[in-house]
């Protein structure tokens, strides 16, 4: 063996092994699928058409529900902040029902020029709603279904509201980047529509409304646990202000002890287990870590000054940045969770209540720099990149703005803006842009983005 | 040094007495005498004991082995010598040759007739090759522009077989950009959004490009990021490189996708400062 292989000439050997390696590099491009693509000028959003959803059913409830729920999905997609929506008015006339009466031509042409379409039907059955919805990709009519699902649910104006939603939300996952949606999401307040001060709850665009609590008197700084199970928020009870828990899942208040002094403006951790808060039993309000169940109460900051309005980074659980007045005035400082390496992020003004983004990398808080009287300027919502403490200022010259807090997919903020007699809340695009008004009616404020 | 003086003492003490030297050497002298009279003796024994051995029947040396001379010798031989057909000293005829055939005279009219010449053929000798002592360079990468747009390498790369009996073999895989279009834009959208071109040295010239190579898991998170061609800017690379791991996920890969993962290389071309 060894001889004959001594006898093969060397170029023959080296043929062999370049064969070799052709065909392992063959086998590894079997294995795995190669995507070259590339960016020079940042990128465009994606033009995204959803057609009327076409309905397939006699049922006099039919055409309520399909008007619904084409706002809705209407509404939710353009509030993702991710597409460039097709006018309704530019859309093609004929509105396919399923994937056979799809022309993906008609939709991609001008005016409409769509990159993606949603479309579908909906159907009423014996007080059932059923619908389902596809998403195409206008640019591949060789093979365009990105998405087809099926719902079947009660036909109430509610449901239908529902499914557009979670239609939207499977639509904007798969084109936003494994981002989930938040068009499931609710927004947790305060708001004084009764009388009282008492925490309220909405869908994140406003709709549906209703109180959580009716404690009869003032409830504040309500904050969701990151299972959505559990409202924490700060209530004036006999002996000051003390922290109460309100269970979303059994709907009734439940236990958390009351830690003496004033103690407020509770802050979920990222997994839920811990809470951190302001407690004001030694004097000074200062900084407090507690399991979620309020026991083990350890105190991390050691101040002269008020410390207040704890938030924790929900991407590693590890860091608070919160508000103190050690030196005067407000600023927004961090620290980690055991009360070291504090450092100082606002450089003057007057800055208060922050909120730390998903991901971690900024802060929401209301600043107004040119703190004091006959200053110009307001309070307004910045945005700082902690790392490297650059700042940007999202609202401008428009009422008096506190209490920003982020959506769950780190797009959104909503925040607490006051124009003249009563605050309302908004909500806008992390940028700044697509400011829109949520609440209408009465005061509310302190606004909270639940986790999903 | 406590030796060196303490030597120096005893040497000037002079407590050494100079012992007798008679009684030794006459010992020393008697003993190299003995071992020379061993030498002696033994040499002459042994020469006696040989001598016995002369001419024995031996093998061993020194012994004599007689010799005959007579073959040697010519002597006159008592018989006749052996006729041997293979070695013999009178050789056989040699055959005749054969007769020279009489060229045929040509006739004085006749013109010679001229005979086609095959071309000589250069023998070639298999020369053997040298084994490449280095690998051969690699081609210089031309620097010139290709115009015009190639139809896109759209070759099948793997083959699975349908259920269907009659039908020809279905060939899919290798297509994923034609697939899936939607999610290679989803991952040059969401690459795009992460790249902040600030963090770029202004002096890094428009239209710099670097290549950056990930994975993309079945989860649609990111692994194995790295600079697969520089861009010869250090600040340009690395902001690539940062766009890439920002990313915690492009979303799950397309349910018809049933690979692993997906390769990906990704150009950033700087577009100059703003």
Request: glycine share 8%; hydrophobic share 35%.
């Amino acid at each position: 063996m060894t001889k004959s292989r001594a006898d093969t000439p060397p170029y023959f050997r080296l043929a062999l092994l370049i064969l070799l390696l052709l065909a392992l590099d063959r086998s590894r491009a079997i294995a795995q699928d190669w995507v070259r693509t590339g960016t020079n000028l940042g990128a465009q959003r994606i033009r995204l058409a959803a057609a009327e959803f076409n309905p397939s059913s006699a049922d006099p409830q039919t055409a309520n529900l399909k008007t619904t729920f084409d706002t809705t999905l209407f509404n939710d997609l353009s509030n993702a902040g991710i597409f460039d929506m097709v006018s309704r008015s530019m859309a093609p006339a004929v509105m396919p029902a399923n994937p056979q009466q799809m022309n993906l031509a008609q939709w991609s042409a001008a005016p409409a020029s769509a990159a993606m379409v949603a479309f579908g039907s909906i159907a009423v059955t014996n007080g059932r709603v059923a619908v389902y919805g596809w998403l195409f990709d206008a640019k591949n009519p060789s093979s365009p279904q990105i998405l087809g699902k099926q719902y079947n649910e009660d036909a109430t104006s509610e449901n239908a509201r529902l499914i557009a939603h979670r239609f939207a939300d499977e639509i904007i996952t798969r084109l936003g980047g494994g981002i989930s949606g938040i068009a499931e999401t609710h927004i947790l307040y305060v708001s004084s529509r009764g009388g009282n001060k008492e925490i309220w709850q909405m869908d994140y665009d406003g709709q549906g409304p209703h109180a959580v609590t009716h404690l009869g008197t003032i409830s504040l700084s309500p904050r969701i646990s990151p299972d959505n199970s559990r409202v924490a928020f700060a209530s004036l009870g006999r002996s000051g202000w003390e922290i109460r828990m309100y269970s979303m899942v059994l709907g009734r208040m439940v236990n958390f002890p009351s830690m003496g002094g004033n103690t407020y403006s509770p802050a979920w951790s990222g997994d839920g287990s811990r809470l951190a808060f302001s407690s004001s039993r030694s004097g000074d309000p200062e900084i407090y870590i507690s399991d979620a169940n309020g026991s083990d109460a350890r105190r991390v900051t050691s101040f002269r000054g008020p410390d207040v309005s704890p938030t924790w980074n929900p991407k590693s659980n590890s860091q608070i940045a919160w508000c103190s007045g050690r030196t005067g005035l407000p600023q927004i400082y961090t620290m980690d969770a055991d009360g070291t390496n504090v450092q100082r992020l606002t450089d003057g003004g007057y800055a208060t209540s922050p909120s730390w983004s998903p991901n971690g990398q900024f802060l929401a808080f209301a600043w107004n720099r040119k703190y004091g009287p006959g200053a110009p300027g307001g309070q307004d919502i910045y945005i700082m990149d902690i790392a490297s403490k650059r700042w940007t200022q999202l609202t401008h010259e428009q009422g008096r703005n506190d209490f920003p807090s982020w959506s769950p997919d780190g797009r959104h903020i909503v925040f607490q803006r006051e124009e003249g007699r009563g605050a309302e809340i908004w909500s806008m695009l992390a940028d700044g842009s697509e400011q829109h008004k949520l609440t209408q009616s009465g005061s509310n404020s302190m606004p909270n983005w639940s986790w999903k | 040094m406590a030796w060196s003086s303490g030597n120096s003492d005893l040497w000037n003490a002079g407590e050494y007495e100079r012992e007798g030297m008679g009684a030794p050497f006459a010992k020393s002298t008697a003993l190299h005498l003995l071992i020379i009279g061993l030498f002696v003796g033994y040499a002459y024994m042994h020469n006696l004991f040989h001598g016995t051995e002369w001419g024995s029947n031996s093998l061993q040396e020194g012994s004599i082995q007689a010799t005959l001379v007579s073959s040697a010798l010519p002597l006159p031989q008592d018989h006749p010598p052996t006729e041997n057909v293979l070695a013999t000293e009178t050789p056989s005829t040699a055959p005749a040759l054969p007769e020279q055939k009489a060229e045929p005279v040509p006739l004085p009219e006749a013109i010679p007739i001229p005979e086609k010449q095959a071309p000589v053929k250069p023998v070639q000798k298999p020369q053997p090759e040298a084994p490449p002592k280095h690998q051969p360079p690699p081609p210089k990468p031309q620097n010139k522009a290709t115009y015009g747009e190639a139809a896109p390498a759209n070759v099948a790369r793997a083959t699975t077989a349908t259920p269907n009996a009659n039908s020809s073999v279905a060939v899919t895989g290798g297509d994923f950009g034609a697939r899936f279009g939607w999610y290679v834009d989803v991952i040059k959208r969401k690459v795009a959004q992460n790249w902040y071109t600030q963090e770029v040295q202004p002096g890094t010239p428009a239209g710099a490009t670097v290549y950056v190579e990930f994975e993309v898991a079945r989860d649609g998170s990111v692994t194995s990021a790295r600079v697969s061609a520089s861009s010869g800017s250090p600040s340009l690379d690395s902001s690539g490189l940062r766009a890439i791991q920002r990313v915690d996920t492009f979303g799950p890969l397309p349910g018809g996708y049933n690979q692993s993962t997906l390769n990906v290389l990704y150009h950033f071309t700087y577009p100059g400062h703003q």
